[in-house]
């Protein structure tokens, strides 16, 4: 079992960045398939991006978040990161990580088997 903490969100005007964190309480490289979910107000909750357990190049974005936002993985400190660029009010909602012991990375929310607490990101226009 492995515990998820995020990190990072906050208050930022449209146009802007933020870089969020999700530290891992255990080791995660090799081991799980990392996500980012988000959940806006009234809203279900949506795939932003994943990164796979071994290779850290093999990404894969949403539609809406492809070019703006990018993952990275530094394994020695079992942290992912969301670098958002870009920001605009849509992109307001609580940003989550996910981790899943899929191989294969995932953009399902079933297919993710460990979720930390959320963050909240605000994008003010």
């Known amino acids: 079992q492995v515990q998820l903490v995020e990190s990072g969100g906050g208050l930022v005007q449209a146009g802007n960045s933020l870089r969020l964190s999700c530290t891992a309480s255990?080791?995660?490289?090799?081991?799980?398939?990392m996500g980012w979910f988000r959940q806006a107000p009234g809203k279900e909750r949506e795939f932003v991006g994943t990164?796979?357990?071994?290779?850290?190049?093999?990404?894969y974005y949403a539609d809406s978040v492809k070019g703006r936002f990018t993952i990275s993985r530094i394994n020695a400190k079992n942290t992912v990161y969301l670098q958002m660029n870009s920001l605009t009010a849509e992109d307001t909602a609580v940003y989550y990580c996910a981790a899943t012991k899929q191989y294969d990375i995932s953009t399902s929310l079933g297919g993710y088997d460990y979720w930390g607490q959320g963050t909240q990101v605000t994008v003010s226009s």
């Open positions: 255990a080791l995660i490289y090799g081991r799980y398939g």
């Open positions: 990164v796979h357990r071994w290779n850290p190049s093999i990404t």
